[in-house]
């Protein structure tokens, strides 16, 4: 009963993120009769920054792996270092942070950041590197190392790991450059605060200054086709990763990772989160200013935090409902068009998302919910909740398929293997992807932007407006309760990673 329950739970919110908003939005295109003159005036601009946007994320694509190789070392070389939660909240801790947070530590240490490429590419190359160095590591005990060891065996060191290691690892480094590339060439917030005028910035000014879906559409394409191709890519290469696993014999990894790779990590560690957040704190930072800011935006802050984990629960039962599906049924293949249709929405800009919401949401009896807050998280699972989808679709394909072919021999149905097996068995999976989703719903500002309502301010708007307004101590404030948030998602994640560990 529980879980036909949750099966019902998931199709209603497949409906109302997915299915009814785009169906809501190809219609309100069909009767829109305005002219595109603006735009195919304005198309040299949008191309050139679309130039100058994958420059950018192609430069902090390859900054971002080469700061991960220490680290990715460290994990490969010792592995169970990641059953160690202090390290594991500090490696998540960089990444579920809001960038923006840092950019606003590095401009306090380093007034003349503004405008400055480097400084954007450095900033979010310091912000990804944890999560490349996991999925690196993670590639070279999979693949790497046996390869390397066995080369070893005929030639000099430099020489099979140049000539083996790596190569047996490029299904993984291109693995992720995409998903690194995806996320730069969208990410709005760092060139935001840098003062530079890149593709993200100039989407979300023209789909905010302009009436109507169809005006939204068009400058948007651009970004959808870039992203697509990576976003295709990416998972290309995860299904070549996934069907490689039977191939190759995956090696625990040395126990004593090197004292140089060790010592970079911390280094690493220390400059991407000690220095900026340090220099952030040093000057405004105290517990009067906290309780302040607690006082003046306290209803924000938890509404924020309440929207944030109401999208990282919606997207995990959606992500049980993409796991509980058959794989050669109807209903099989159409949720694998659902968990297509949520990655094309991920790819989307936020500033379309938006519109596509408004299409939906202020429209006849539905009108209602275009100035509550729900709008706001169906936004946010729009955005984010495919990353749940997909650890749904892995966990259900990729992980124990003989137990769950027996389960089904015994007479279990879908709904039954998918209440008493796969929540049961994979819940810190299910929690550490919730706490992914929710973590970074707290810092999205581009989708909400054209979903703001009058019940609330998210933290994001709240940061940036302070940033503008120059009001240092309650930027500041805001930063740490947002940093506060990140870091509680990221111990549950550390949690969740012990547990999984314990058990196998």
């Given at each position: 009963?529980?879980?036909?329950?949750?099966?019902?739970?998931?199709?209603?919110?497949?409906?109302?993120?997915?299915?009814?908003?785009?169906?809501?939005?190809?219609?309100?295109?069909?009767?829109?009769?305005?002219?595109?003159?603006?735009?195919?005036?304005?198309?040299?601009?949008?191309?050139?920054l679309v130039g100058k946007s994958a420059w950018l994320a192609l430069a902090a694509t390859c900054?971002?792996?080469?700061?991960?190789?220490?680290?990715?070392?460290?994990?490969?070389?010792?592995?169970?270092?990641?059953?160690?939660?202090?390290?594991?909240?500090?490696l998540f801790s960089v990444v579920l942070a809001p960038?923006?947070?840092?950019?606003?530590?590095?401009?306090r240490?380093?007034?003349?950041?503004?405008?400055?490429?480097?400084?954007?590419?450095?900033?979010?190359?310091?912000?990804?590197?944890?999560?490349?160095?996991?999925?690196?590591?993670?590639?070279?005990?999979?693949?790497?190392?046996?390869?390397?060891?066995?080369?070893?065996?005929?030639?000099?060191?430099?020489?099979?790991?140049?000539?083996?290691?790596?190569?047996?690892?490029?299904?993984?480094?291109?693995?992720?450059?995409?998903f690194c590339f995806v996320f730069f060439f969208n990410e709005y917030s760092v060139p935001h605060a840098c003062n530079l005028i890149v593709y993200a910035t100039e989407l979300l000014g023209w789909a905010t200054s302009t009436l109507g879906a169809s005006a939204a559409v068009l400058p948007a394409i651009p970004s959808i086709c870039v992203t697509l191709l990576a976003v295709g890519a990416t998972l290309w290469l995860v299904i070549r990763l996934l069907g490689d696993q039977t191939d190759h014999?995956?090696?625990?990894?040395?126990?004593?990772?090197?004292?140089?790779?060790?010592?970079?990590?911390?280094?690493?560690?220390?400059?991407?989160?000690?220095i900026?957040?340090?220099?952030?704190?040093?000057?405004?930072?105290?517990?009067?200013?906290?309780?302040?800011?607690?006082?003046?935006?306290?209803?924000?802050l938890m509404m924020s935090l309440f929207v944030a984990i109401g999208a990282g629960a919606v997207s995990v039962i959606m992500g049980w409902g993409i796991a509980a599906a058959p794989r050669s049924t109807a209903i099989g293949f159409t949720l694998r068009l659902i968990l297509l249709l949520s990655m094309v929405f991920g790819a989307a800009p936020g500033a379309l998302i938006g519109e596509t919401f408004i299409a939906a949401y202020n429209f006849g009896?539905?009108?209602?919910?275009y100035d509550q807050w729900p709008i706001v998280m169906l936004g946010y699972i729009a955005r984010f909740g495919w990353i749940a989808m997909l650890g749904g679709y892995l966990l259900a394909h990729f992980t124990d398929s003989d137990l769950r072919a027996q389960a089904r021999t015994d007479g279990a149905d879908g709904a039954g293997i998918l209440a008493h097996l796969v929540i049961v068995m994979y819940w810190p999976i299910w929690l550490a992807l919730g706490a992914v989703v929710a973590a970074l719903s707290m810092a999205?500002?581009?989708?909400?932007?054209?979903?703001?309502?009058?019940?609330?301010?998210?933290?994001?708007?709240?940061?940036?407006?302070?940033?503008?307004?120059?009001?240092?101590?309650?930027?500041?404030?805001?930063?740490?309760?947002?940093?506060?948030?990140?870091?509680?998602?990221?111990?549950?994640?550390?949690?969740?990673?012990?547990?999984?560990?314990?058990?196998?």
């Open positions: 009963m529980m879980g036909k329950a949750i099966i019902c739970l998931a199709w209603l919110a497949y409906i109302c993120v997915f299915l009814w908003p785009i169906v809501a939005f190809l219609t309100s295109i069909a009767l829109e009769a305005g002219s595109v003159d603006d735009v195919a005036g304005a198309l040299p601009r949008w191309l050139t900054a971002t792996l080469v700061l991960a190789t220490p680290a990715a070392v460290v994990l490969a070389r010792g592995y169970r270092t990641l059953d160690r939660p202090v390290f594991t909240t500090a960038p923006m947070v840092y950019v606003f530590g590095w401009q240490l380093i007034p003349s950041l503004g405008g400055s490429s480097l400084a954007c590419v450095a900033i979010w190359s310091l912000w990804a590197w944890p999560m490349a160095a996991v999925l690196l590591g993670w590639g070279w005990t999979r693949v790497g190392s046996s390869a390397y060891e066995c080369a070893r065996l005929q030639t000099y060191r430099t020489q099979a790991f140049l000539r083996v290691g790596l190569p047996a690892m490029r299904h993984d480094i291109a693995m992720v450059a995409c014999h995956t090696t625990g990894g040395s126990a004593t990772p090197p004292t140089m790779a060790k010592g970079l990590t911390l280094i690493l560690l220390c400059v991407s989160i000690v900026p957040v340090g220099a952030l704190c040093i000057k405004e930072l105290n517990s009067a200013a906290l309780i302040e800011a607690w006082q003046t935006y306290d209803y924000d009896f539905l009108s209602w919910m999205e500002l581009p989708t909400s932007a054209l979903l703001r309502v009058p019940g609330f301010t998210p933290v994001a708007h709240l940061l940036v407006e302070k940033f503008h307004r120059f009001e240092d101590g309650m930027l500041v404030s805001l930063s740490v309760w947002l940093i506060l948030a990140s870091l509680c998602a990221s111990v549950v994640i550390a949690l969740a990673n012990a547990t999984i560990r314990r058990q196998t």
